[in-house]
């Protein structure tokens, strides 16, 4: 069983800065943490951003320049550096990871993020 654990969420005010970590435990072989999508209050989940096993970026145009994903694989922990913050970011953000022989997708419990004005 694969455990994925989100740390790093909180209040902050618009312009400020968060660090999201998300760390895989459990029978983790064949399995990649690979990004980061979050869900506001009313709307569907989106995607932030996710990071390739080699390092290749993607990330949603409202987040671009703002917010950075980094992974460590040595410790199968996903990092998202977020900076310049918005209230449009307040969110529950959650961590996602793939099974790689059948793309089974697990999901963590999520962090909430809250930027004030």
């Known amino acids: 069983q694969v455990q994925l654990v989100e740390s790093g969420g909180g209040l902050v005010q618009a312009g400020g800065s968060l660090r999201l970590s998300c760390a895989a435990s459990?029978?983790?072989?064949?399995?990649?943490?690979r990004g980061w999508y979050r869900q506001a209050p009313g709307r569907q989940r989106e995607l932030v951003a996710t990071i390739s096993s080699g390092g290749t970026t993607t990330y949603a145009d409202s987040v671009k320049g703002r917010f950075t994903i980094s992974r460590d694989n040595a410790k199968r922990t996903v990092y998202l550096q977020m900076n310049s913050l918005r209230p449009g970011d307040t969110a529950v953000y959650y961590c996602t990871a793939r099974r790689a022989w059948d793309q089974y997708d697990y999901w963590g419990q999520g962090t909430q993020v809250t930027v004030s004005s």
């Open positions: 459990g029978i983790t072989f064949g399995i990649n943490v």
